[in-house]
């Protein structure tokens, strides 16, 4: 790389410094990536498929548009100047950004194909999540979407480690906020389930203590939920419930539920379709859990592909974040 030359005051430079970007052709982007990629204006003409002439010209164009040399030649070749290789550093930008239009525009015109991943911890997997699949599937059935639910800290690892498009989970690292968009969503009720006819059930009011020798089922430890919960019996000079089954899986923990005294702290909204089939039920009790607000994230700066932003416009107008219609994903 050479140093910069002096600019000049060609026909494509004004005096105040106004530029006209109306001026600058694609070809001529394209060739000048050709050129820093070969050294040679033949073998980068070839590359752009246009005659060496024409190739010359074009540079020679751009290169008055701009008012500086971009290009110095010698025998070997040529070689970009420092102005040069800001304005092809610029061009791989522009022809990138073109070819995701096309993209995208042709997805669209296809009926708009691919994949979406989405990841969701347990709550807005029974009611946001599926909604927003179903208005997915409704506009282009022929995206596929890959659901999976997990706790929220293993969906933000694998969120950071590009094996999700999005998620929908808790933010607990505030570090983690420089490098993820986090739109909150409305906190989550908590309260104690067990079965229907359970002996606690029929009590008017409860206590921790009466509550703390039941037998208890709770995530695994390290899960925000079993951190809060150990955090409301300390807090209360309690001892922690010794006769403990852990367990992650909503289904294995509403059958548990179902065929035993055993109790649970959930989330009010996943339990609502077997509270209504009269199999279980919340305990007189008033459970203070907070656990702070799920939300929707995605990468910083990262380009989705058009499935997986048609499934996070849709995630979106479904948590009632966005009603512009499907063209106004904006990430």
Known sequence: ?????????????????????????????????????????????????MTQPGATKLLRELEETMGVE???RHPRGVEPTWYGEVLIRHARSV???????????????????????IGTEVTAATNL?????????????KIRVNIEMEFS????????????????????????????????????????FARVG?????????????????TWILPPKGNVMRNRFTQLFLERKLALPTDVVESSSLPVITSLLQMSDMIAPLA??????????GAIEPLPFEFDLKLGPAGIVTRRGERLSPGARAMLQALRETAGFDTQGPGAADH
């Open 153 to 192: 800290e293993v969906l933000v690892q694998r969120l950071q480690e590009g094996k999700l498009d999005m998620i929908v989970a808790r933010i607990r690292n505030p570090d983690d906020l420089a490098e993820l968009h986090y739109v909150p969503l409305a906190e989550a009720q908590h309260a104690l």
């Open 1 to 49: 790389m050479t140093a910069p030359i002096q600019p000049d005051t060609g026909a494509g430079a004004s005096a105040t410094g106004h530029f006209d970007p109306t001026r600058l052709k694609t070809r001529q982007l394209a060739l000048i990536v050709q050129l820093d990629i070969h050294r040679s204006v033949l073998h980068a003409a070839n590359a752009a498929h």
């Open 268 to 277: 009010r909204e996943p339990l609502r379709p077997y509270c209504i089939a």
């Open 129 to 141: 999540v599926p909604q927003a699949v179903a208005l997915l599937k409704k506009r282009f059935p």
């Open 198 to 214: 359970h002996p606690l059930v029929k009590r008017k009011a409860l206590s921790w203590s009466e509550l703390a020798p039941q």
């Open 95 to 117: 022809l990138a950004e073109l070819q995701h239009a096309y993209e995208e525009v042709s997805a669209l015109k296809a009926g708009l194909t691919g994949q979406a991943m």
């Open 70 to 72: 971009l290009f110095e």
